[in-house]
C-alpha cells in the first residue's frame, strides 16, 4: 500500500463519542486526502491537505475535522460521532498538486452504534 | 449531482471472455480519467488512465476508451480472468478551488467466472 499504514483498522464505537482515525505514510507525500466510502455512494472525499497545517475540506466535511501536524500524519476527527459516519475510511496520498494516481491504504472500517 | 456515472453495478462475463465496464460523465471541465480497482478488505488501487487529448490508452490487457463528444468512457479487460474479479471504479480529475480533485463514480462490480 505504497507506505500507508491506517489505525485503528476496525472501531466500534457509540453515537456522540469523539473518534480519530490515523493515517501515516512512509512516502513523504506532500499531499494526503480522506475518503469514504459507502454503498450506492463510492468514494467521497471528506478533506485533504497540501501539507503541514494545510488542510481543505472536501464535499462531505460536515462533522469531520483533520489536522496535519506533520509530513506523515493525517489525523481524521469525529467530533460526536453519529450512526451515518458508520463507513469505511480510506486515507490517500499523493506527490503531485493534481491528484492522478492517489494510492490508497487499506482502510479503516467504522461503525457507530 | 452525480458528475461521473457507472450505470451497471455489477457485471459477470465468463474466463478468456471480455469484459467492458462504462462510465459516463457530465462535467465538460474534466481534463483526466483513471480507473481503480478494489478488492474485499483493501484500498483502491490505480489501473488505468487517460487523458481528455486521447481517445485510447492501453496497458496489456487493460484499455480504455474516451469518447469526448458522448462524455463516455470505458474499460476493456481482455481476456478477463478470475483474479480481476473486483470493484472497479471510475474517476475523473477537475480543478476545484484552487487544486485538481478526483470524482469517482459508485463502482461496478466484476466477477469473472471460470
Known amino acids: 500500500d505504497a507506505g500507508i499504514t491506517q489505525s485503528p483498522r476496525h472501531k466500534v464505537t457509540e453515537t456522540g463519542t469523539p473518534v480519530t482515525l490515523r493515517c501515516h505514510q512512509t512516502e513523504n507525500h506532500r499531499y494526503m486526502y480522506w475518503y469514504r466510502q459507502d454503498p450506492g455512494h463510492g468514494l467521497r472525499l471528506i478533506h485533504y491537505?497540501?501539507?503541514?497545517?494545510?488542510?481543505d475540506k472536501g464535499e462531505v466535511s460536515d462533522g469531520y475535522s483533520v489536522s496535519r501536524s506533520k509530513t506523515e500524519d493525517f489525523l481524521l476527527t469525529l467530533e460526536s460521532a453519529t450512526s451515518s459516519q458508520t463507513s469505511v475510511y480510506f486515507c490517500?496520498?499523493?506527490?503531485?498538486?493534481?491528484?492522478?494516481?492517489?494510492?490508497f491504504g487499506s482502510g479503516t472500517q467504522l461503525s457507530v452504534l | 449531482d452525480q458528475q461521473v456515472k457507472q450505470n451497471s453495478p455489477s457485471l459477470s462475463v465468463q474466463e478468456g471472455r471480455i469484459s467492458i465496464l462504462n462510465c459516463d460523465y457530465t462535467?465538460?471541465?474534466?481534463?483526466?480519467f483513471l480507473w481503480y480497482k478494489k478488492y474485499p478488505a483493501e484500498g483502491p488501487t490505480f489501473l488505468i488512465s487517460i487523458s481528455s487529448i486521447k481517445d485510447k490508452n492501453e496497458d496489456g490487457r487493460f484499455t480504455v476508451f474516451l469518447n469526448k463528444s458522448a462524455k463516455h468512457l470505458s474499460l476493456h479487460i481482455v481476456p478477463s480472468q478470475p483474479g480481476d474479479s473486483a470493484v472497479y471504479f471510475c474517476a475523473a480529475s477537475v480543478e476545484q478551488g484552487g487544486s485538481e480533485k478526483l470524482v469517482f463514480g459508485k463502482g461496478t462490480k466484476l466477477t469473472v467466472n471460470p
Open positions: 490517500a496520498i499523493s506527490n503531485r498538486r493534481t491528484n492522478e494516481k492517489l494510492f
Open positions: 462535467n465538460s471541465m474534466f481534463d483526466y
Open positions: 491537505s497540501y501539507g503541514v497545517k494545510d488542510t
